[in-house]
C-alpha cells in the first residue's frame, strides 16, 4: 500500500472519466489540469485506472477542483452529488460487501426509537469498516452526537490531508448510502472545530 495519502481506483477512475470527457469537449486544456495537479499526476489520465491500485490524494483533489470550477460552475454541490454518483457507482459494481449490508440494514425493522438508534449505529460501524479499502488515510469513527442524545457524528480526528473536495464529496457518499435504506439527505459536513478535524452531522434522528 502507498506511504502518500492515497486513493483506490476503483473509485478515482470515476474522476478520471469525468476530466477525459473535459479534455475530449475541450472544455479544459491539458496545460490547465497540470497546473492543478502533483508533478506526474497527468500520467494518470494516459494509462488505465487500476481498480486496486492507489493514486496519490492530490491527483484526485485537482482533478475534482478542475471538474467543479468547470463542469459545476464553482459550486460544491457539484463535487457533493459527484460523491452520491460515486456511491451508486460502487453499489451497482457490487465490489465492496459493506456496501451489500446497506439493503438489509437492521434499523428499518425496529420501531422503537431507541432500539433503532442502537441498531443504526451498529449498521454504521460495519459501513465505515470501508473506508480503509477506499483512502489509506484517516481514522473515522462513529460517535455519540454531544448536542442532540438521538443522533451520531462521523468524526475523522486526523483529517489534515482530507482536500476541501473530497470532504464534500464524501458527504454526498455518505448521504446516498444513507438513502439506500430509506434516510435520503441524512448527513452534512460540519464546520470545523479545529484544522484537523472534518466531522459529518445527522440532520435529523434515523
Known amino acids: 500500500m502507498s506511504e502518500v495519502p492515497s486513493i483506490k481506483g476503483a473509485a478515482f477512475a470515476f474522476v478520471v472519466e469525468k476530466a477525459l470527457k473535459l479534455l475530449s469537449a475541450r472544455e479544459v ?5 497540470a497546473r492543478h495537479l502533483p508533478p506526474g499526476g497527468l500520467e494518470a489520465l494516459d494509462r488505465p485506472v487500476g481498480l486496486v491500485a492507489w493514486y496519490d490524494i492530490r491527483i484526485y483533489a485537482g482533478l475534482m477542483e478542475i471538474l467543479r470550477d468547470v463542469a459545476g460552475k464553482g459550486r460544491n ?4 452529488r459527484h460523491g452520491e454518483e460515486a456511491a451508486e457507482r460502487l453499489l451497482r459494481k457490487g465490489i465492496y460487501p459493506q456496501m451489500e449490508h446497506l439493503k438489509r440494514m437492521a434499523v428499518g425493522t425496529a420501531t422503537d426509537p431507541h432500539v433503532r438508534y442502537q441498531a443504526f449505529g451498529r449498521d ?13 488515510f484517516g481514522h473515522l469513527k462513529v460517535q455519540d452526537d454531544p448536542e442532540y442524545a438521538d443522533r451520531y457524528v462521523l468524526e475523522i480526528s486526523d483529517g489534515k490531508e482530507f482536500p476541501e473536495v473530497l470532504c464534500w464529496s464524501m458527504q454526498g457518499f455518505y448521504n446516498q448510502m444513507a438513502a ?12 470545523h472545530p479545529r ?8 440532520t435529523r434522528p434515523i
Do not use: F
Open 180 to 191: 439506500v435504506h430509506g434516510s435520503p439527505d441524512l448527513w452534512r459536513l460540519d464546520s
Open 195 to 202: 484544522e484537523s478535524l472534518v466531522r459529518y452531522r445527522m
Open 29 to 33: 486544456s491539458r496545460d490547465e489540469l
Open 77 to 80: 454541490e457539484y463535487v457533493v
Open 124 to 136: 454504521l460501524r460495519r459501513l465505515i469498516s470501508l473506508r480503509p479499502s477506499i483512502l489509506n
